[in-house]
Nanobody
Framework: QVQLVESGGGLVQPGGSLRLSCAAS????????MGWYRQAPGNERELVAE???????NYADSVKGRFTISRDNAKNTIYLQMNSLAPEDTAVYYC?????????WGQGTQVTVSS
């Protein structure tokens, strides 16, 4: 069983930056493919960025060039650096860990982009 705890969300003005963190415990972190997802009110949860256990990275088209995902296996943590934030980035951001048919989710952290 893997536990995931997100942090770093908050209120930011358009054009601003935030860095989200997701700390994992309870499993062999390095074998998991990790991802950030988000869900805005009335919308389905969508993939934002993912980084595999081997370091392969994929981004949603809407965040390419603005967001950067990274992982630190020594700290059992992944990060999402978000720059040039826009109101449409407002959502609850969730961390996910996946391995074979196992999938774990964090509780989410709210990101609000507003002036």
């Amino acid at each position: 069983q893997v536990q995931l705890v997100e942090s770093g969300g908050g209120l930011v003005q358009p054009g601003g930056s935030l860095r989200l963190s997701c700390a994992a415990s309870g499993g062999r972190f390095s074998i998991y493919d990790m991802g950030w997802y988000r869900q805005a009110p009335g919308n389905e949860r969508e993939l934002v960025a993912e980084i595999t256990s081997r370091g392969r990275i994929n981004y949603a088209d809407s965040v390419k060039g603005r967001f950067t995902i990274s992982r630190d296996n020594a700290k059992n943590t992944i990060y999402l650096q978000m720059n040039s934030l826009a109101p449409e980035d407002t959502a609850v951001y969730y961390c996910n860990a996946a391995w074979i048919h196992y999938s774990y989710w964090g509780q989410g952290t709210q990101v609000t982009v507003s002036s």
